[in-house]
């Protein structure tokens, strides 16, 4: 399928699910491409994965009741989120201990509620590898919504997020309150991934929220251009990833997941100053540079 023929489709009132698709994936990727910085700043990406598996009770309550599954999701997202930052006030268990324990929790009392519900195969394996065709019109509002949210909470409170994952320990000290902004970072990721897993899924929903940052990291040295860089590359490889999944029938997100690697690799090999062949260059250029290394 040329270009030129998908955009027919986008414009096909008959179709009238894909471009709802590409919306939800292209607001997503940015959301989850700036929430993705600070996460890959402060080296937890397995938060997002944890994450994940939190807000799926919630996304089960809302498919048993029919509720909205952002909101239900958001709601189990949050209260699991209160729950890590008040368990890990207790230094004496590490943070990563009280995420893997609160979060496994979450997805097995999801498993159990799923369980309970009539189609749960079907509806089940929509949640895990998410689903194109399944996106109401309310959704494309509550995630709008929701995004333009997160994305002016963590442009306010830049500076202490950053603050809080270089260091801990000068953030207290320069009066930051710490608590309140590892709270507001694990909340921003549990509504960054209920708006994403309708599209990619609940397994595959880390690599929009880390692989798009990761590669930005590699890109540049700045963190302001990296949290312009990552949302770009997140909405480039979601588009391109609904193009190919739409032009060859395959799922749609893992193609995306597929997309965001390639750019990840890409950015591995050939960065200009971080990349692999450019920190190979360097030894070469500075002994041609200076004599004394000759």
Known sequence: MS???????LFNPELAFLPKALAVAVMSSIVCGVVGCHVVLRGMAFIGDAVAHAVFPGLAVAFVTQGSLVVGGAAAGVVTAVLVALFSQNRRVREDAVIGVLFVAAFALGLVVMA????????????????IAGIPTSDL???????????????????E??????????????????????LLLYVSVAFAVVISVQVIGNILVLALLVTP?????LLTDRLAAMMVISPLLGGGGSLAGLYLSWSYDLPTGATIVLVLTALFVMAWLFAPRHGLLARRRVPVDSDRQDPAGA
């Not at 997020?161 to 902004?181: H, I, K, N, P, Y």
């Not at 940052?213 to 990291?217: D, G, H, I, K, M």
């Open 161 to 182: 997020l950053v603050a809080v994952s270089l260091d801990r320990e000068t953030a207290s000290a320069m009066g930051v309150r710490v608590f309140w902004f590892d």
């Open 141 to 159: 509002y509550t995630v709008a919504g929701a995004g333009l949210v997160i994305l002016a909470v963590t442009f306010f409170a830049h500076k």
């Open 116 to 131: 309970r519900a009539p189609g749960y195969g079907g509806s089940l394996q929509q949640f895990l590898f998410g689903s």
């Open 213 to 217: 940052a990761a590669t930005a990291r």
């Open 3 to 9: 270009p030129a023929e998908f955009l027919s489709d």
